[in-house]
């Protein structure tokens, strides 16, 4: 059994948001270790352990509760944490976002983030999820390569 469905107000994500966050994982060439070209697009998601939390504290409890293998990952409102380094503590922060448009959600890899030090005080762990969760995912992405359009550009449009 898996450490995060042991933890109070976590639990499974849903399948079909679970292979919309796999396909996102898999353009990161650190997710993608071991797993043959041929096999990511067919069945994403079995290469992934996904679960949800409910509140902010069930989120450092996973967290803390040991090391996590790799692309094992947590969602958390419209973030998303999946670990890129085998019982490591580097995780890639995804971002949910809407297309207003389209009306679908997708996500946008936006940051690597290590969590062990702010774990210790919950205050800091809280300060740092709300400075994600308020960090424009765009510009955050277009400083590491990942993302082809700023917000200014994107507000020119």
């Not at 448009?101 to 969590?115: H, K, M, V």
């Amino acid at each position: 059994m898996a450490v995060g469905a042991t933890i109070a107000g976590i639990g499974d994500l849903g399948s079909e948001e679970a292979e919309s966050l796999a396909l996102a994982c898999l353009k990161s060439r650190w997710l993608t270790r071991g797993i043959s070209p041929d096999l990511r697009d067919k069945t994403p998601t079995q290469h992934f352990s996904f679960f949800n939390s409910d509140t902010c504290d069930a989120l450092r409890e996973y967290f803390r509760s040991g090391s996590h293998p790799l692309r094992d990952g947590i969602v958390y409102r419209n973030l998303a944490f999946v670990q890129q380094v085998d019982l490591g503590d580097e995780w890639l922060v995804l971002r949910r976002v809407f297309d207003d448009e389209s009306g679908n959600a997708y996500w946008i890899p936006f940051e690597s983030y290590s969590l062990s030090r702010i774990l210790e005080s919950p205050a800091r762990f809280e300060c740092a999820i709300r400075a994600l969760e308020e960090a424009d995912p765009y510009d955050t992405a277009t400083l590491l390569g990942k993302a082809a359009t700023p917000t200014r550009q994107r507000q020119q449009r």
